[in-house]
């Protein structure tokens, strides 16, 4: 009986939202450009504009360093102002999908929002930032970071056809990728239900797996429904640290869809 009123949730989402993200791709001319394409298109000292995605606000920075991805310093004060507005006023480490506007190219890219490290422009902001583009990776390892990687997607409209083909534990890890990066169109492309975000978002200060059993993902390419072990770790405002041990649950419409999170349950076992 949960099964099947799992399926048929999935079968109405899949009406009434899977078109529309479509479209908006198929309309863009955003590309997803490789790093190593990026790095000799906008090299040191070069000058750009980046757009965020989900509040259209633009300001112009400058490529100072960087050889695995790009460290930017915000180009004037006036832009520093621009991009503390578009964090809400706090510096932060979230990342957010942007588009990288340099003459007639729109690069999907990524940035997060904190300055570390030095800076060199009189701009009022303390250090440079970083933007990764497809491929590009940190400091610290040789594989893209999981939420950049993510933000780039969104950004590019590659996201919803990543989650399509991505297997069920690709998708929890993109799932609580947006609980972390406390973003909306993430967390609800994976996940079965519709559900109200903004209330549950706002109450994250960070979240991390730290166990999560797995099957090789070919022993499941005829299973729709899966009930997944996982431990994950939340860090809540005012709250502290909390711990969930228990099952994420998926289900798909059949063999060839999608995985989708179970999020009304999901939310609840959490209490978020």
């Not at 980046?50 to 360093?65: I, M, N, S």
Request: charged share 25%.
């Amino acid at each position: 009986m949960r099964q099947a009123a799992l399926i048929l949730l999935l079968f109405l989402f899949t009406l009434s939202e899977h078109g529309i993200y479509v479209s908006a791709k198929n309309s863009s001319n955003i590309e997803m450009m490789e790093w190593k394409e990026v790095d000799q298109l906008l090299p040191r000292y070069s000058k750009y504009v980046v757009l965020d995605l989900e509040t259209g606000k633009k300001f112009k920075v400058q490529r100072r360093a960087g050889s695995r991805h790009a460290d930017v310093q915000p180009l004037t004060a006036k832009d520093t102002k621009i991009m503390k507005s578009i964090y809400g006023g706090n510096w932060s480490w979230k990342r957010r999908a942007i588009i990288v506007i340099y003459k007639d190219r729109r690069i999907a890219a990524s940035m997060h929002g904190m300055p570390h490290g030095a800076g060199a422009l009189k701009n009022n902001f303390p250090g440079h930032f970083c933007i990764h583009y497809y491929g590009s990776t940190t400091h610290r390892t040789q594989s893209m970071d999981l939420s950049h990687k993510l933000m780039i997607l969104k950004a590019s409209g590659n996201l919803d056809d990543y989650l399509g083909n991505a297997n069920p534990y690709e998708v929890i890890e993109a799932y609580i990728a947006g609980f972390k990066q406390q973003d909306t169109t993430i967390a609800s492309m994976a996940s079965l239900q519709q559900v109200k975000w903004q209330p549950i978002m706002k109450k994250i200060n960070n979240v991390a797996i730290t166990r999560m059993e797995l099957l090789p993902p070919e022993d499941l390419t005829e299973e729709i429904s899966l009930d997944v072990p996982i431990q994950v770790d939340w860090l809540i405002k005012n709250k502290g640290g909390q711990r969930f041990n228990g099952d994420i649950h998926l289900v798909r419409f059949s063999p060839l869809d999608a995985w989708k999170v179970d999020s009304i349950d999901f939310i609840r076992e959490n209490n978020l």
